[in-house]
């Protein structure tokens, strides 16, 4: 029965491409499978275990996000407000650092391999890099955790920023350098394994995913680079009392130097899935290979120089270099810009491909009944509204309206809390069976999971960037002050303030219930079944054979990147060490 | 390669829509002159400016309003959890004049954001956040700590208050209003 199942194509009633099960094969008489985790067991096993590490602290940092929009918005306090601030950095540590960093280096693990068909070289080095970041999670967590017990001596309530001269048990620190040298070393897994292609391929075009894969890590090794000086040089000593005094201004530009690239760290990931993925799950191809590989490597050069966008209002940057980072930041809207064209195009074959016709009515042939595509597609949706707010940020003047306001979180809650989260979600429900043997289970609450998700989002995400506009500040316990009250734009704060509550417990719900498919899924589901479905992935309709060869010179392109960040970063880090590295200085001031 | 004429198209029309917003940008911030805060304030010892030791700066006077030659002049410290002025006592300045603010932190980082508008800067320990504003109409506007600062943060807020220009110069010893403020 299996073997009518030929690769990418499939003629059985009620089937779509998305649903054909994976590719069997004949071996000594028998019909074996040929997904990702009978193919690789070793890679799908440190898969799994970074899916699990992501999906749980994703649990915790759900749960932390109902307690604060019901918190804020005084609909129901069951913490003190003190505390609100010990939730918030948990909050803000295991979503956007620890469920993002694990589940793209589970994507990358899974991609990498898969693309190469090379297994990773080494089992000890993966399983060394997933250890130590995996220690600086505990480390850094429950240094956080701690602060809800006044018995414990040790507290980090310092949000995910950490900016001086707030100081946080060393622990934190050292918790957070680990998780990001565990990614370091993760990358030289998928560069080993690179090398280890290369030499049995000589003339090939490196394979798209691992493109993908390996010019964000390259990314990635020139912007942590920031907040790994930030952390051991100053942060670690400074809390150990090694040294007396750090300078905060210097300590935050370093945080920014990696605060604005780490944004693309969540994105590309995203943007692998949606480029390599969403098409075939839309019954399609891939538009075009060589203009995605344009797009990831336009990413690398132009993700770090554009950091001061985040400091538009601090004292003691100049306007000149807010004003070269804001040239930058608009740039790098191209990239986008380009890939929502591919996407959308992509998109479009696959339903003309299921017979859709006309100018939109092809819409209704996609499959809206299958959470991986239809959370993708969501997802990207939601991106477009989030580049949308991303730009108003962008701009210089109107950042002053909006900086450190509710419209902030409004915003980022659909880049890195939707076009990331929904995405990784969305492509678990295809690629878990993949990497665990095992059949999908509660399909019909994950067919539904993501239009969840989207209301939560939609009601949350436009009330906070109301009241962000009527001035509401962000990171705030109660934001209700005796000195004053709001004047609204559109609607009222009382009005906003129910949405935002409203909302984030339709998205508390939409992930409670992605997180119950996966449990059934990895707990109750056979293993050894049909998966229904099937990881091939289609050739792309242009494909990397007559593009120019220099597209994959990562050497050149990782050049172009450290170029631009010394012109934008050279005389403003050096006007700020100039007159002591450590001065102005502060002292600790611990939480 | 082959590229699609429709992805060229797009290409263009992505350039083009990059370039105007920069424009704009560029329009908003030389053409109306929207200020932005800078590096114009200079540094400062954060010791000092906890200790009170102001006769010791040259780019940070006591915490009060002043008028400097002739200019309205406003300075602002920032702690945990309150701005003198501003917390415990309101500032005034006049309307329909140059107002210029300096603010700088005794301890940690700190916001200051007039609530609803554009008047917004970080207030950074080792830094004075410079810029001017000019208030078209009086009245009074809540001042937020819009950076989280320590268990207490969000008790940290303020009030400034627009009066009209005979009014503020009725003030006695209109030459130097000291605030008394904070604790
Ligand atoms: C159940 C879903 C979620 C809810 C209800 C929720 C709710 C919230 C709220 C109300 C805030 C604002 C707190 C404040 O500024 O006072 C916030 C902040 C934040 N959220 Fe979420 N969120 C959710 C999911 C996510 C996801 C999936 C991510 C990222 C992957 C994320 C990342 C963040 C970050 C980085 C902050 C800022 C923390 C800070 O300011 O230090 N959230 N969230
Ligand atoms: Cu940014
Ligand atoms: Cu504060």
């Known amino acids: 029965m299996a073997t009518e199942h030929p690769d ?17 094969v004949e071996i000594d008489g028998t019909e074996r499978r040929r997904a990702f985790v009978d193919r690789y067991p070793n890679a799908a096993q440190a898969v799994r275990v970074l899916f699990g ?38 909050h803000g540590v295991l979503l956007a650092l620890v469920f993002t960093t694990f589940g793209i280096t589970g994507l990358f693990h899974w991609a990498n391999t898969r693309s190469l068909g090379v297994a990773p070289t080494s089992q000890r080095l993966t399983w060394l890099w997933i250890g130590t970041m995996t220690l600086g999670t505990l480390f850094a967590g ?25 100081e946080a048990h060393p622990l934190f620190y050292v918790g957070a350098a680990l998780l990001i040298v565990g990614s370091w070393i993760a990358g030289v ?25 390996m010019t964000t890590m390259l990314m990635w090794y020139l912007s942590t680079l920031g907040v790994a000086v930030e952390v051991v040089v100053f942060l670690i000593p400074w809390s150990l009392g090694l040294i007396g005094q750090v300078d905060p201004l210097l300590t935050r530009t370093l945080f920014w130097y990696f605060g604005h690239p780490v944004v693309y760290f969540w994105l590309l990931p995203a943007y692998m899935i949606w480029y390599t993925v969403l098409p075939k799950l839309a019954g399609g191809r891939l538009f075009s290979d060589p203009l995605a590989r344009v797009v990831f490597v336009l990413f690398l050069i132009l993700s770090t120089p554009v950091g001061f966008h985040h400091q538009y209002t601090d004292p003691g940057v100049p306007a000149g270099f807010k004003f070269v980072a804001m040239t930058n930041t608009m740039f790098l809207l191209l990239p986008s810009l380009l890939t929502l064209f591919t996407v959308v195009a992509s998109i479009e074959h ?74 990784l979600m969305a492509v678990s429900y295809w690629l878990v069976p993949q990497i665990t043997g095992k059949r999908l289970k509660l399909r019909g609450v994950a067919a539904l999971q993501p239009y969840v998700w989207f209301l939560g989002m939609v009601l949350m995400s436009n009330a906070m960037h109301r009241a962000g506009l009527a001035g509401v500040p962000r990171r705030t316990a109660e934001p209700e002050y005796q000195q004053f009250s709001y004047d609204t734009v559109v609607g009222g704060i009382a009005e906003m303030q129910m949405q935002i509550a409203l909302g984030g417990t339709v998205l508390f719900v939409g992930a409670v219930m992605f997180l119950a498919v996966m449990l059934a899924t990895w707990t109750l589901s056979p ?33 172009v990147a450290v170029v631009l960040v010394v012109l934008a970063y050279g005389i403003p880090l050096y006007s700020m060490v100039a007159d002591g590295i450590l001065s102005p200085g502060s002292v600790p001031f611990p939480v | 390669m082959h590229v699609h004429r429709f992805e060229k198209l797009w290409f263009g029309a992505a350039l083009l829509l990059i370039v105007a917003f920069i424009a704009t940008i560029v329009y908003g911030a030389a053409g109306p002159g929207v200020a932005m805060v800078s590096d114009d304030g200079g540094t400062i010892d954060a010791d000092k400016v906890a200790n009170g030791n102001f006769n010791q700066t040259d780019n940070f006077r006591s915490p009060g309003v002043y008028r ?46 007039l609530a609803g508008t554009n008047v917004n800067s970080m207030v950074i320990p080792g830094q004075v956040a410079t810029f001017s504003v000019t208030f078209d109409e009086t009245g009074s506007h809540g001042i937020v700590c819009h950076e989280y600062c320590g268990s207490g943060h969000h008790t940290m807020a303020g009030k400034l208050t627009v009066v009209s220009q005979s009014q503020f110069e009725l003030a006695p010893d209109a030459d130097a209003v000291e605030a008394s403020g904070g604790s």
Do not use: C
Not at chain 1, 528 to 552: F, H, I, M
């Open chain 1, 350 to 423: 696959g339903a003309r491909q299921r017979g859709g016709e006309g100018y939109l009515s092809w819409l209704r042939s996609l499959p809206w009944d299958r959470p991986a595509f239809t959370g993708i597609a969501l997802s990207g949706i939601m991106f477009g509204a989030g580049g949308f707010s991303g730009m108003i940020n962008a701009g210089m003047n109107i950042n002053y309206l909006v900086h450190n306001t509710l419209w902030v979180p409004g915003h980022f809650h659909l880049t890195v809390g939707t076009a990331f989260a929904l995405t």
């Open chain 1, 527 to 559: 293993p050894n079944a049909n998966l229904r479905v099937n990881g091939e992935l289609p050739e792309p309709l242009s494909t990397a054979t007559d593009s120019p060869k220099v597209l994959d010179n990562l050497k050149l392109w990782f050049a």
């Open chain 1, 142 to 166: 429950s240094t956080i955790v701690a602060g809800l017990f006044p018995d414990i001596p040790a507290s980090a309530d310092v949000l995910f920023t950490f900016y001086a001269p707030l």
């Open chain 1, 189 to 213: 897994d998928w560069f080993l394994q690179y090398r280890e292609w290369r030499s049995a391929n000589p003339d090939s075009r490196i394979p798209l995913q691992s493109f993908m894969v």
């Open chain 1, 53 to 90: 590490v992501s999906f749980l602290s994703f649990a915790v940092g759900a749960l932390f996000g109902l307690v604060q929009a019901l918190h804020r918005t005084g609909v129901l306090r069951v913490i003190a407000s003190a505390d609100y601030y010990t939730i918030l950095t948990a």
């Open chain 1, 8 to 24: 990418n194509v499939t003629d059985a009633p009620g089937e779509t491409p998305e649903e054909t099960d994976e590719s069997y």
């Open chain 2, 68 to 113: 400097e030659n002739g200019q309205v002049h406003v300075y602002i410290v920032a702690r945990q959890f309150l701005f003198n002025p501003g917390t415990s006592q309101a500032i005034e300045v006049p309307a329909n004049e140059q107002v210029t603010f300096h603010v700088t932190s005794a301890d940690v980082m700190h916001g200051f954001n």
